[in-house]
C-alpha cells in the first residue's frame, strides 16, 4: 500500500527564510506528483505537479523536486512571506493503486 | 482557469436528514471525486467517477452515495445524517487520465449533523 509522509509535520519560520519540506512515499510507481496548498477551513489549491519523468518544476518562488526512486519529494520556498502561512499536502498518483494518496500535510507559520 | 463549485461552504443539518452536497465544474472534465477531511485522518476518498452515470467506491463508501447525471456535476448524498459525518467535503476533478493534468479542487463544505 502506498503511504505517504511530511517532514516536519509543523514549521515556524521568520519571514524571509527559504525553506524545504519533504514529501516521501513508499511505493516509486507513480505517474506524477502534485503539491498543494490549503488555507485553514478552504479547498486545496494546486501549486506544482511533476510527471514521472520530470525531476523539477518551478513556479516563482516555489521549485519542487521528485526523485522517484529513492521515494522522494522536496517543495523548496524561496525568500517566506507571511501569506505562504498555510498547509502544504504533496500527493503521488500511485500507478500500482491507480488513485492518488494524499500526506498528512505540513503546516508553515511565517513570523513577520 | 478551472473552476470547481461546491454549492454551500456551511452546512447545517439534524441527525437522520437527507443531505445533498453538489459540485460543479465548468471545464468538461471527465473524472470527479470527493473526499472528506478529518483532522488527524487526511484526506479519505469516498466515490469517484470517470464518466457520466458512471460511480465507483472510494476507500469509505459507507453512508454515503453519489450521482453524476451530467458531466458538469456530481452529487455528494448522506442518505441519512449522523453525527460522524461532520467534516470537510471536498470536491475534485480532473480532465482525462488524472495522472497526466492532476486534480483542481472546490473551495469545500464544511458539514455539522446536530
Known amino acids: 500500500k502506498q503511504e505517504v509522509t511530511q517532514i516536519p509535520a509543523a514549521l515556524s519560520v521568520p519571514e524571509g527564510e527559504n525553506l524545504v519540506l519533504n514529501c516521501s512515499f513508499t511505493?516509486?510507481?507513480?505517474?506524477?506528483l502534485q503539491w498543494f496548498r490549503q488555507d485553514p477551513g478552504k479547498g486545496l489549491t494546486s501549486l506544482l505537479l511533476?510527471?514521472?519523468?520530470?525531476r523539477e518544476q518551478t513556479s516563482g518562488r516555489l521549485n519542487a523536486s521528485l526523485d522517484k526512486s529513492s521515494g522522494r519529494s522536496t517543495l523548496y520556498i524561496a525568500a517566506s512571506q507571511p501569506g505562504d502561512s498555510a498547509t502544504y499536502l504533496c500527493a503521488p498518483f500511485s500507478a500500482s493503486y491507480d488513485k492518488v494518496i494524499f500526506g498528512p500535510g505540513t503546516s508553515l507559520s511565517v513570523i513577520p | 482557469d478551472v473552476k470547481v463549485t461546491q454549492s454551500s461552504r456551511y452546512l447545517v443539518k439534524r441527525t437522520g436528514e437527507k443531505v445533498f452536497l453538489e459540485c460543479v465544474q465548468d471545464?468538461?472534465?471527465?473524472?470527479m471525486f470527493w473526499y472528506r477531511q478529518d483532522p488527524g485522518l487526511g484526506l479519505r476518498l469516498i466515490y469517484f467517477s470517470y464518466d457520466v452515470k458512471m460511480k465507483e467506491k472510494g476507500d469509505i463508501p459507507e453512508g454515503y452515495s453519489v450521482s453524476r447525471e451530467k458531466k458538469e456535476r456530481f452529487s455528494l448524498i448522506l442518505e441519512s445524517a449522523s453525527t460522524n459525518q461532520t467534516s470537510m467535503y471536498l470536491c475534485?476533478?480532473?480532465?482525462?487520465?488524472?495522472?497526466?493534468?492532476?486534480?483542481?479542487f472546490g473551495s469545500g463544505t464544511r458539514l455539522t449533523v446536530v
Open positions: 511533476i510527471q514521472s519523468s520530470q
Open positions: 471545464m468538461d472534465h471527465e473524472n
Open positions: 511505493d516509486s510507481a507513480i505517474y506524477n
Open positions: 475534485a476533478s480532473s480532465i482525462g487520465g488524472p495522472a497526466a493534468y492532476g486534480y483542481t
